[in-house]
Structure formats: structure tokens, C-alpha cells
């Protein structure tokens, strides 16, 4: 046997990826956005701060020491506080890594569980950001055991939530939502869809999650147009034409309404931070 010759292992295509919480809300890279389905599987771990986070359609406040895991085709948002840290795993359903099958969001008190879960974490962000022999292949395999060890925790503490009716609608607005917020749909096309009035379509996302229904569709919108102007090279008319604007002035007058600077504006001060 001719010990000077290399090992070789054949390596998996990359289908994780890992990133810093704090990191992903300034960052650009898609496949770890915060927000709808992008067609990726996603775990948070919440190591310091607090925040929101809405999943299909229902809202919850969370702290530090907060796993949630959100599968590839559950619309989802989280609204960070500036102090939080943390890391995102984003895992591509063609991956080969058995996954839980439904959301988990899980507030951690046990100081031994927060250290055990956050040491998962800890050692698949290590070797994502390594170059050694089979990295793909193992962040897979480290991505099965942290599902495996949410998976145990969720089974111990996290309780089966009962839904309500107002959660039920709230799970149809979304996911509708989700499908549909390219085509300048009216409120109430959405509400006529769900078999309920604008009126009560508004006082049901102002109670389950603080915010109305027409501020969810302009944020899902608004969302998609940040992450665009982040993450291609489209022209502002393109991005408007895309997301269903009548013209490109108007997309350009509630961008900056919103967010305090123009579509062109906001993108050259991403790029240059």
C-alpha cells in the first residue's frame, strides 16, 4: 500500500448554508433570508437579544435562548432588535438530512439543554466555515443531528398549540399571501377569497399579530423589493413590473415612504456597506 498518495473522498454538492443572525440582516445572501418561503428549510438559534417572529400567520414574541425551526413552504417573518446574535441554517429540501416535520419554536430555560443546543450550532457554523475534506457532507450529516436533538427537545417541552378560528384565517391569509403578493391584490380580493369582509379580515391580523392586514401585504411587497435590489442586478422598472406596480414613480414613492430612501439609493448604500 503506497501510504504517500492522498485520501480522496467524494464530497456532496453544498445544500446548507449557515450563517450569522446578526450577520443575515444586513448580508445578501438569499438562501439565508429571515422572511417567506424561499424554498428552504430554516433553523434559528437566538443566542442573544429578542424579537418576533410570525409563522403562518400567527405572531410570538421571543428571547434569548430560542431554537424554531420552519419548514421550506411556511410563510414566516422575524422582526429582530438591533442586539441580537445568533446563527441561521438554511437546508435545501434536496438535501439528505431528515428534517422535523413541522414548525418548532422552542424557548430554552434549562441551562444545560441551552448549553448542549447551542454547542450544535456552534459545530456545524465551524465546519461550514472550514475548507476540510467532505465539508458538505458533513455539515449535512451535523445538520441530522441538531434535527434529531430539536426534534427530542420539542417532543419534551414544546406543547401542542390549539388553533382558533382566527389563526385557521390567518394561516389561509398568509399562505394566500405568499402566492399572490406579485399581483397587486386589493385587500379586499384577498378577504373575498378567504369568504370573510375587509372589516373582518383587518380586525383578526391586528389581534393575532398587532398589525393590519393591508401593512402585512405592503411589508410582504416591500420585503420582496429589498431582497431584489439586495440580490440581482434588475432595473427599478423591472423590480416594480415584477412585483405587480402600476409604474416604476409609484413603486419609487412608497419605497421611500416607507423605508426613508429611494429604491436607487437604498441599494448604492447596501452595496457600499
Not at 445538520?143 to 388553533?163: I, T
Not at 378560528?165 to 399572490?180: I, P
Not at 411587497?221 to 423590480?239: F, P, Q, S
Request: charged share 20%; aromatic share 6%.
Amino acid at each position: 500500500m503506497d501510504t504517500d498518495l492522498p485520501i480522496l473522498l467524494e464530497d456532496k454538492p453544498q445544500r446548507v448554508f449557515v450563517g450569522s443572525l446578526a450577520g443575515t440582516i444586513r448580508g445578501t445572501q438569499p438562501e439565508l433570508r429571515v422572511d417567506s418561503c424561499n424554498g428552504m428549510h430554516k433553523f434559528f438559534w437566538i443566542s442573544k437579544g429578542n424579537g418576533r417572529c410570525m409563522i403562518n400567520g400567527v405572531t410570538r414574541s421571543f428571547g434569548p435562548n430560542t431554537a424554531i425551526f420552519i419548514p421550506h413552504d411556511v410563510p414566516h417573518k422575524l422582526e429582530l432588535s438591533r442586539n441580537v446574535f445568533g446563527i441561521v441554517v438554511a437546508v435545501d429540501p434536496a438535501s439528505s438530512s431528515s428534517l422535523p416535520n413541522r414548525t418548532v419554536f422552542l424557548p430554552i430555560l434549562n441551562l444545560m439543554d441551552q448549553k448542549q443546543i447551542a454547542n450544535r450550532f456552534d459545530r456545524l457554523a465551524s465546519e461550514y466555515s472550514g475548507d476540510g475534506l467532505g465539508r458538505n457532507m458533513a455539515v449535512e450529516c451535523l445538520v441530522g443531528l441538531l434535527s434529531v436533538h430539536v426534534a427530542r427537545m420539542a417532543q419534551k417541552h414544546q406543547k401542542s398549540p390549539k388553533v382558533n378560528a382566527s389563526q385557521r384565517l390567518m394561516e389561509g391569509f398568509v399562505n394566500l399571501l405568499e402566492k399572490d403578493f406579485r399581483s397587486a391584490r386589493t385587500l379586499s380580493q384577498y378577504a373575498k377569497e378567504l369568504g370573510v369582509t375587509p372589516t373582518h379580515l383587518t380586525r383578526v391580523c391586528q389581534q393575532v399579530n398587532g398589525k393590519s392586514a393591508s401593512r402585512l401585504i405592503q411589508e410582504r411587497v416591500l420585503g420582496e423589493a429589498r431582497m431584489m435590489l439586495l440580490n440581482t442586478d434588475h432595473k427599478i422598472l423591472e423590480i416594480s413590473n415584477h412585483l405587480g406596480f402600476s409604474s416604476p414613480a409609484y413603486f419609487t414613492r412608497l419605497f421611500s415612504a416607507k423605508l426613508g430612501q429611494t429604491p436607487k439609493a437604498f441599494r448604492q448604500a447596501q452595496v457600499k456597506n
